[in-house]
C-alpha cells in the first residue's frame, strides 16, 4: 500500500539555526498537506500544496511540492521556541492509480528548539 | 466558528472494561474521521464518515470497535472490550465537503485513552 515517509524523525536545533524536513510519498499525490502538532496538542492544518514545483511561504515557513508530486519539504527559518512540535505531512491515499478519500500521514518530524 | 469537539479529554480505565468516546464536528461540516494517534506517529485513520454513511471503515478493529453517526453530526466511538494495546489519543477531525483527502481537516483536542 501506498507510504509516507519523513525524516529525519527528530531534530533538534538552537534558537535562530534553521530546520528542514522532508516527506517522500511511494506514489504520485494530488496534494499534500502540512500539519503542526505542538506538545500534548492536536495537528493543526498549516498549507495545502497542489501543483507540481509549488513553492508556498507562510512567514518564516517554506513549503515545496516536487515536480514529480511525490515529495515535500517544510523549511523554517530561523527557528523560535514556538515553532516547537512534531509537523506532519499528509496526502491522499491511492490504490490502483484512484484518490481515495483519505489522508495517509507520514510518522512526522519533531523538533526542539533550544534557546 | 467553534472548533470540533471531543470527550471525555481524558479517560483510564481497566481492560476488559467498555469506553466510548464523544465527538461533535464543526457545523456544516459533512465528513467526520476518527484517528488513532500512538505516542510518536502519525494519525492512523479508523473509519470515515460522509453524512450519516461509514464510507471507509477498512481500518476499523471490528471485533471490538464501533461507530456510529447518528443525523450525520455528532459521532461517538466505541471500543468494548478494551485491551491493553487500546491505549493511544483518539482524534475526531472534520472538513467541510465529501473530497476526502483533497480536504482540509480539523482536528479537535483528542481523548487520551489508557488502559491498565
Known amino acids: 500500500g501506498q507510504q509516507v515517509m519523513q525524516i529525519p524523525q527528530y531534530q533538534h536545533v538552537q534558537e535562530g539555526e534553521d530546520f528542514t524536513t522532508y516527506c517522500n510519498s511511494s506514489?504520485?499525490?494530488?496534494?499534500i498537506q502540512w500539519y503542526k502538532q505542538r506538545p500534548g496538542g492536536h495537528p493543526v492544518f498549516l498549507i495545502q500544496?497542489?501543483?507540481?514545483?509549488e513553492v508556498k511561504k507562510q512567514k518564516r515557513l517554506t513549503f515545496q511540492f516536487g515536480e514529480a508530486k511525490k515529495n515535500s519539504s517544510l523549511h523554517i527559518t530561523a527557528t523560535q521556541t514556538t515553532d516547537v512540535g512534531t509537523y506532519f505531512c499528509?496526502?491522499?491515499?491511492?490504490?490502483?492509480?484512484?484518490?481515495?478519500?483519505?489522508?495517509?500521514f507520514g510518522q512526522g518530524t519533531i523538533l526542539t528548539v533550544h534557546p | 466558528e467553534a472548533g470540533v469537539v471531543q470527550s471525555p479529554r481524558y479517560k483510564i480505565i481497566e481492560k476488559k472494561q467498555p469506553v466510548a468516546f464523544w465527538c461533535n464536528p464543526i457545523?456544516?461540516?459533512?465528513?467526520l474521521y476518527w484517528y488513532l494517534q500512538n505516542l510518536g506517529q502519525g494519525p492512523e485513520l479508523l473509519i470515515r464518515?460522509?453524512?450519516?454513511?461509514?464510507?471507509?471503515d477498512s481500518q476499523l478493529p471490528k471485533d471490538r470497535f464501533s461507530a456510529e453517526r447518528l443525523k450525520g453530526v455528532d459521532s461517538t466511538l466505541k471500543i468494548q472490550p478494551a485491551e491493553l494495546g487500546d491505549s493511544a489519543v483518539y482524534l475526531c477531525?472534520?472538513?467541510?465537503?465529501?473530497?476526502?483527502?483533497?480536504?482540509?481537516?480539523?482536528f479537535g483536542p483528542g481523548t487520551r485513552l489508557l488502559v491498565l
Open positions: 477531525a472534520s472538513s467541510r465537503g465529501t473530497s476526502g483527502g483533497q480536504e482540509t481537516q480539523y
Open positions: 506514489t504520485t499525490l494530488s496534494n
Open positions: 500544496l497542489v501543483k507540481s514545483g
Open positions: 499528509a496526502g491522499p491515499s491511492t490504490a490502483g492509480g484512484t484518490s481515495y478519500g483519505k489522508l495517509t
Open positions: 457545523s456544516g461540516h459533512n465528513t
Open positions: 464518515y460522509e453524512n450519516e454513511e461509514a464510507v471507509d
